[in-house]
């Protein structure tokens, strides 16, 4: 071999941790002093108009989606539709004992821990649970239910 450039997978690593540790320094030198400048401002995603306020990644269910005179169970919100175009939203925690509701059946929010039940306000039905779910904002937006 002669003593031309020859590359090895131990002098590309050292080359890339090299990098690594300048493109580090070069970046902790940019924002130095910087501490109460304003963050850049997000761009309004594709097909969004900046200001709607209906981004679709914030969407908790299509209107669509929730039955009149039942519900969704969305992660930590319950979105219930108790009469035709009123939505509400409420916690998902059971507060009796703190389990996650399970399922929207018969006109109630069921829980499987020890079988409360809830109106689609969020009222107690049946218990053992004493109190209703926590309400959590939503609101319609164009065709879906957003929080807040």
């Keep these: 071999m002669t003593n031309e450039s020859v590359f090895t997978r131990r002098s590309m690593v050292a080359a890339g941790a090299g ?9 902790a030198c940019t ?22 306020d209906q981004p679709a990644a914030k969407a908790l269910a299509k209107t669509a989606d929730v039955p009149v005179g039942g519900g ?5 919100t319950v979105v219930t539709q108790p ?3 009123t939505f509400v ?19 109630t929010i069921n829980c499987p821990c020890h079988g409360s039940k809830y109106k689609l306000d969020g009222s ?8 209703p779910l926590a309400a959590k904002t939503v609101r ?8 807040g």
């Design 19 to 27: 990098a690594v540790v300048a493109t580090a320094a070069l970046t």
């Design 31 to 52: 924002t130095y002093g910087k501490e109460n400048a304003a963050p850049a401002p997000n761009p309004a995603p594709a097909g969004n108009p900046a200001g709607a």
């Design 72 to 76: 969704v169970i969305v992660g930590d």
């Design 83 to 85: 009469s035709a175009g």
């Design 89 to 107: 939203g409420l916690s998902s925690t059971c507060t009796h004992a703190g389990c996650t509701v399970a399922s929207i059946s018969g006109g």
């Design 124 to 131: 107690v039905s049946n218990g053992p649970a004493t109190k």
């Design 140 to 147: 319609v937006v164009g065709d879906s239910v957003v929080p």
